[in-house]
């Protein structure tokens, strides 16, 4: 059988990247909320200079999206996919009864305990 995915988790394997997860989206939400402040000053220092920026703000600006980026990539190098940064929800493709479909999760989850199509999406979680 043919199936979208190269890599599809168990229940259990999933399980077990959770607190990976938690970790990850903390970074990513951190260095989120760092960047946007510094862009939120550096917005203000750009009116007052009339564009020339540089130095710290500019650094701690970059070394957030790097942050962000390498948080982002972590989660999806693994083959989860990720829907959704801010509520940390993710799926991980799975094969339920010989067929392809994902177990959901979000970051305010204690445990997996939903699965849906991959065509339903969240509306369309069904209990495990």
Known sequence: MSY?????FGIHE???LLPRLRDAFKT???ARDRLLE?????????????????GPKV?????????IHEGLSEISSR???IKDVDRGLVDFPHIRDGREVFLCWELEDDD????????????????L
Request: proline share 2%; hydrophobic share 40%; net charge neutral.
């Open 38 to 54: 510094t862009e939120h000053q550096l917005a203000a220092m750009f009116q007052k200079s009339g564009g020339d920026l540089g």
């Open 112 to 127: 997996i305990e939903f699965w849906h199509d991959l065509d339903a999406g969240y509306p369309g979680r069904e209990r």
């Open 28 to 30: 990513i939400h951190t």
């Open 4 to 8: 979208q995915f190269k890599k599809h």
């Open 79 to 81: 083959g989860i996919q």
């Open 59 to 67: 650094a701690a600006l970059a070394r957030a999206m790097i942050e």
């Open 14 to 16: 999933a399980r077990a």
